[in-house]
């Protein structure tokens, strides 16, 4: 973890891209189908990441159904939570029943301003109009507090978890040393980049998979034929058993912003 001297600009062509908005909600649209799935088939996150966000007031935006919210639920804060979907709200409700949560979006919080210490987005920031929610971040957000985004993707620099997230079709795949796009007045003070294993059934690769925005929106011959493939690729290339664990490499990548000297 380090302060960056210098403010990045954005990576091109470092994850998923969208023709238009249509097609952005569209794609976001697809992950509300089975919320129970995403729960249970995607990672947590690294206990490191607490640590950027500090204390206080904070918001998990796009909590989803509070994968990311669980990490930030201790003594130092007040946590509270939004999401657009009503399908990642209702499994939320019975994940964290004390975490108050709404449906909403990052570029409309609902907040009032000057709500918050920090807002939060885990895997939800390439889903958003970028100027809209980094204003909204402005408004919502106290002096002195901070903007984490942050994301986990498949460690693809190892080449047979690259093969794995083309059969995936893991459409979310972020490149290694890339930065996301955040506007005006925000200012890149912290980042951490941390890899890390998650230990999975290999019977939990089908249903990683089925949470993929490609899977979701596939017919079922499509399916039929991804399902062939991982089987193929996880049981008589890779030699995995049923009932085996595979330590799945993973890489975390976690930015913080801060309101730049000239906007104070």
């Not at 088939?41 to 500090?54: E, H």
């Not at 904070?58 to 130092?76: E, H, N, P, R, Y």
């Not at 507090?145 to 083309?166: K, Q, Y």
């Not at 890779?238 to 913080?256: E, K, S």
Request: glycine fraction near 8%; include cysteine; charged fraction near 20%.
């Amino acid at each position: 973890m380090h302060a960056s001297r210098t403010q990045p600009g954005p990576s091109r062509k470092a994850g998923p891209t969208f023709r238009n908005s249509a097609h952005r909600s569209g794609a976001a649209e697809a992950f509300t189908r089975d919320a129970n799935r995403y729960y249970t088939a995607r990672p947590t996150y690294p206990d490191a990441l607490g640590k950027l966000v500090g204390p206080g007031t904070v918001c998990d935006i796009g909590a989803g159904t509070g994968k990311f919210t669980q990490l930030l639920c201790d003594d130092s804060r007040s946590v509270f939570a939004c999401d657009p979907s009503g399908g990642m709200t209702r499994v939320f409700h019975t994940v964290l029943p004390e975490v108050p949560v709404w449906r909403a979006t990052a570029e409309a919080t609902g907040l009032v301003d000057d709500a918050v210490d920090a807002l939060t987005c885990a895997q939800t920031w390439h889903w958003v109009d970028v100027h809209a929610a980094s204003a909204e971040a402005d408004r919502v957000i106290r002096p002195g507090g901070r903007l984490v985004l942050c994301w986990n993707t498949l460690a693809v620099r190892h080449p047979w978890v690259l093969r794995l997230s083309r059969i995936m079709h893991s459409g979310d795949v972020q490149r290694e040393g890339f930065y996301p796009e955040v506007a005006s007045p925000w200012q890149l003070t912290d980042e951490l980049r941390r890899e890390w294993l998650h230990p999975i059934a290999v019977e939990g690769c089908f249903e990683l998979m089925a949470t993929r925005s490609y899977w979701l929106k596939a017919n079922e011959r499509t399916r039929a034929k991804m399902e062939a493939n991982l089987a193929w690729y996880l049981y008589e290339r890779l030699g995995f058993d049923p009932g085996d664990t595979i330590p799945l490499p993973y890489r975390t990548d976690a930015f913080v912003y801060e309101l730049s000297l000239i906007h104070i």
